[in-house]
């Protein structure tokens, strides 16, 4: 005889949390959870074959974790027989089979699905309850509450208000060390370590190697290199890969944060934030277990407040602005750019040694860090005047903590400041002198930082300055760009004439 099934509880691909709201709110011994590989998740953008395999593969291991715990887990693979390959297909077909009372389930990180799961009222006819992520600090509500009335909305006050409604890193009413952020502190360059360490890495067990054989029978032709994979996949192994990076690296990693090296992809960062988006690890737990580090004196306080700045301040603040802001904000285009991908973002075939360096480890790594993704492969976006769009499909496909609400915001607010400002207080442009001051990259390039102008200069350089002319009208009175439009127009016309002759001539060898 068939069991009466109260709950359907569905769990999503970034929601593997033991504690999450919705089986919180649940019962083992009456509800069922509904867990599924959905075809049209793998494939509404390309992503890299390292992203598919990670989320693959922590899903079916919280599978287990929650069978452990007592729960009845229905899991659907991908190549399951009763594959429906979409969420509303195969949500109707359990809904059909177990005739539960309700649908649970967190809210869920993308408009799109919050969307399409708000209609399952009407489309199955059942009570469908939609429960808070009570994993973030801010709720949406909250966010909107606080944006409400000012002129400006900057991450620093509401990164305040975090901190005070946490206590991470206070002493009383004020921040420990009297400054709220010590990033003045974390931009130097670094050099070549040999005792440099390495994130923790994990071989794949049996489940991990039957979802690389799938993955690369099913996805063979994504973007990116599938082997070697070493990601975490439980959280076991996710929250011993933390408490490494903790103990080996992030003493150093505040220093050291915007810093870039060839051939070392990972310097001093922690390389979490994909086990944190997916649920394996809690941001407060974690942001607690390096404030602990900082008042035991084993990291200085400019790196442990640089990395909860990071986790607290700005992961809270552009999933706030996400859903401020949507649906409409992910068409956002102030500078009106629309020129394609080139096709080095794909393949990093470029004489360019900066951008090949970060395409190349994207594709092997399915990582970069956010200096990487901002002031190399975003910059070089903007200031050539890439679709904002195209820039942010590329961003959402290609790295393994990408979802869109965190992706999105990053890249249209703050790399191509296609939102006029909402985000960023200025557009994060800047020409080769900036690459060549956090970097090695330079010093094996084809072409020469110190040149503006030529067929062998830098082309970041000639970029910026074009950018700058064609955008002066649009960033003229903002305060943090004003002096580079003014240095701009004191140029000859001769040299300006030869800014936009050496800008046109790259951008026509895309």
Not at 209 to 233: I, N, S, T
Not at 261 to 278: D, K, T
Request: charged share 20%; net charge neutral.
């Amino acid at each position: 005889m068939q069991t009466t099934t109260r709950n359907l509880i569905l769990v999503l691909g970034d929601q593997l949390t033991p504690t999450l709201s919705s089986l919180a709110a649940g019962d083992p011994a009456r509800d069922r959870v509904l867990m599924a590989e959905l075809d049209e998740e793998t494939t509404y953008v390309r992503h890299h074959k390292k992203k598919i395999a990670f989320l693959l593969s922590a899903m079916r291991h919280f599978a287990d974790e929650l069978r452990a715990s007592g729960w009845s887990v229905d899991y659907v693979t991908l190549d399951a027989p009763e594959q429906c390959g979409s969420f509303s297909a195969q949500v109707e077909k359990a809904i059909h089979h177990y005739r539960p009372e309700r649908l649970v389930v967190t809210m869920p990180g993308e408009w799109r699905v919050l969307a399409m799961i708000e209609a399952w009222r009407a489309q199955f006819s059942i009570p469908v309850d939609i429960l808070p992520d009570d994993r973030f600090i801010c709720t949406p509500s909250a966010f909107r509450t606080w944006a409400t009335g000012r002129k400006q909305l900057r991450m620093e006050y509401f990164y305040r208000d975090m901190r005070r409604q946490t206590g991470l890193l206070m002493d009383g009413d004020q921040p420990v060390g009297g400054r709220w952020n010590f990033d003045a502190d974390n931009r130097k360059a670094a050099g070549v370590d040999l005792f440099m360490p390495r994130p923790k890495t994990c071989a794949p067990d049996a489940i991990t190697q039957d979802v690389l054989a799938l993955v690369e029978k099913r996805f063979g032709d994504h973007f990116g290199d599938l082997h070697p994979f070493w990601f975490a996949v439980t959280r076991a192994d996710a929250e011993a890969a933390f408490a490494a990076f903790v103990e080996h690296a992030l003493a150093q990693f505040g220093d050291f944060q915007d810093a870039m090296l060839a051939q070392e992809p990972f310097l001093y960062h922690s390389v979490i934030a994909q086990y944190m988006n997916c649920g394996l690890l809690d941001p407060l737990h974690i942001c607690k277990q390096v404030e602990v580090a900082y008042r035991a004196n084993r990291v200085p306080l400019n790196a442990a407040e640089g990395f909860i700045r990071q986790v607290i301040g700005w992961r809270e603040y552009v999933r706030g602005i996400y859903w401020l802001k949507m649906p409409g904000y992910v068409h956002e285009n102030f500078f009106d750019h629309h020129r394609p991908l080139p096709d080095f973002y794909w393949t990093a075939k470029t004489d360019m040694a900066c951008i090949k360096e970060a395409v190349t480890q994207t594709r092997e790594q399915a990582y970069a860090h956010h200096i990487q993704r901002l002031m190399v492969t975003g910059n070089f976006a903007l200031l050539a005047g890439l679709d904002p769009h195209a820039v942010h499909e590329w961003y959402l496909s290609v790295y393994a903590d990408a979802y869109e609400w965190v992706e999105l915001p990053n890249t249209l607010g703050m790399s191509q400041f296609a939102d006029g400002g909402l985000l960023a207080s200025k557009p994060y442009a800047a020409s080769g002198a900036y690459i060549n001051r956090m970097s090695n990259y330079c010093g094996s390039c084809a072409y020469d930082v110190a040149q503006r102008t030529g067929p062998k200069a830098c082309p970041f350089n000639a970029l910026y300055w074009n950018f700058i002319a064609r955008a002066r009208h649009r960033i003229g009175t903002n305060p943090r760009m004003a002096q580079m439009v003014r240095t701009y127009e004191r140029f000859s016309p001769e040299e300006q004439q030869r800014i936009e002759e050496s800008a046109a001539a790259f951008l026509a060898r895309l």
